[in-house]
């Protein structure tokens, strides 16, 4: 069946540190490939989004991400975080519909 | 820019009650979805549309329903709600499959 895992339920780093958030998936056909981003109390927002071309992608915020096909993977990445960033991370991956990983909550320590 | 709009932000039902969830998105999208959030299990696809008057299944519909009868509007139905279905709901929509999607506030269903 076709699924997104994201590896870390909890993150917590102290301002400045470096981020990276898994996620991988399992289905063999094309994909497009999101991450999304839930503060507290506000609704979803999209982060980036990979379609095709440059494997790694740029997104809002100083957020990046790179798909790997090899390795049905997409992660996140962020060279320095902030308090800001305090927030609630999915990875979605479309297959035939938009399917959700379970989230990653990244807490920033100021 | 997008508008989804979800009727409630909070609601609460009891136990057997038939539950309404409304949304509408302004956008003329032709693909419309409900989600419930739930702690460390992120969201999960309860149904969607692809045209008007059709539905397919997610990933967990059982004791839900939907209706399509409009393209801008996408209803999920509780037909008599159960305290496990005590969540955060949200609707989705987006101009074409994969292209990103757009989310309403959401709705957070209590059933006592």
């Known amino acids: 069946a076709q699924s997104v895992s994201q590896h870390n339920h909890h993150v917590i780093l102290s301002e400045a540190a470096s981020l990276e958030l898994g996620c991988n998936y399992s289905?063999?056909?094309?994909?497009?490939l999101f991450w999304y981003v839930q503060y507290p109390g506000q609704h979803l927002q999209l982060l980036l989004k990979?379609?095709?071309?440059?494997?790694l992608v740029k997104g809002i915020k100083g957020f990046e991400a790179e798909f790997i096909k090899s390795k049905f993977s997409f992660n996140l990445r962020k060279p320095s975080v902030q308090w800001s960033d305090t927030a609630e991370y999915f990875c979605?991956?479309?297959?035939?519909?938009?399917?959700f990983g379970a989230g990653t909550r990244l807490t920033v320590k100021p | 820019d997008v508008k989804v709009t979800q009727s409630s932000r909070y609601l609460v039902k009891r136990t057997g009650e038939k539950v309404f969830l409304e949304c509408v998105q302004d956008?003329?999208?032709?693909?419309m979805f409900w989600y419930r959030q739930d702690p460390g299990l992120g969201l999960r696809l309860i149904y969607f549309?692809?045209?008007?008057?059709?539905?397919e299944k997610g990933d967990i519909p059982e004791g839900y329903s939907v209706s399509r009868e409009k393209k801008e509007r996408f209803s999920l139905i509780l037909e008599s709600a159960s305290t496990n279905q005590t969540s955060m709901y949200l609707c989705?929509?987006?101009?074409?499959?994969?292209?990103?999607?757009?989310f309403g506030q959401g709705t957070r269903l209590t059933v006592v």
């Open positions: 289905y063999g056909g094309t994909v497009n």
């Open positions: 956008m003329d999208h032709e693909n």
């Open positions: 979605a991956v479309t297959f035939n519909d938009m399917r």
């Open positions: 549309s692809y045209d008007v008057k059709m539905k």
């Open positions: 989705a929509s987006s101009p074409d499959r994969g292209k990103g999607t757009f």
């Open positions: 990979y379609f095709s071309g440059d494997p």
